[in-house]
């Protein structure tokens, strides 16, 4: 850890607010808003003192919806159908 991080670090603690390593145990829930406001604001004040942390967080945003989108992928209708066929055909071949 270099000494301008941990004076950054000291300063945030003064002022009580969270570290650069919270920040990024926060990110999640922070850009989910599920935060509560306190926490809420006083990560928002972290970001507007810290570059390394506005870059992260918007960094964290990016792969974040890149991630929901992978996670939630929507099913081709064509797709969807012929997989309930095939279920169909399955379940009535066995039964
Ligand atoms: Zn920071």
Redesign the pocket.
């Known amino acids: 850890m270099s000494v301008k991080h941990k004076m ?1 670090r000291a300063m ?1 603690g003064l002022m009580g607010l969270p ?2 390593e919270e ?1 990024e145990q926060f990110a999640y829930d922070f850009l989910e808003g599920v935060l509560d406001s306190s926490t809420m604001k006083a990560v928002e004040r ?2 507007k ?2 570059k ?2 506005q870059r ?1 967080i918007a960094a964290y945003r990016k792969t974040a919806s890149l991630g929901k989108t992978f996670q939630k992928p929507t099913l081709d209708p064509e797709f969807k159908e012929n997989l309930f066929e095939f279920l169909a055909q399955k379940a009535g071949g066995k039964v």
Do not use: E, G, R, S
Request: aromatic share 16%.
């Open positions: 950054i945030f570290t650069c920040v972290h970001l003192a810290c390394n942390c992260f």
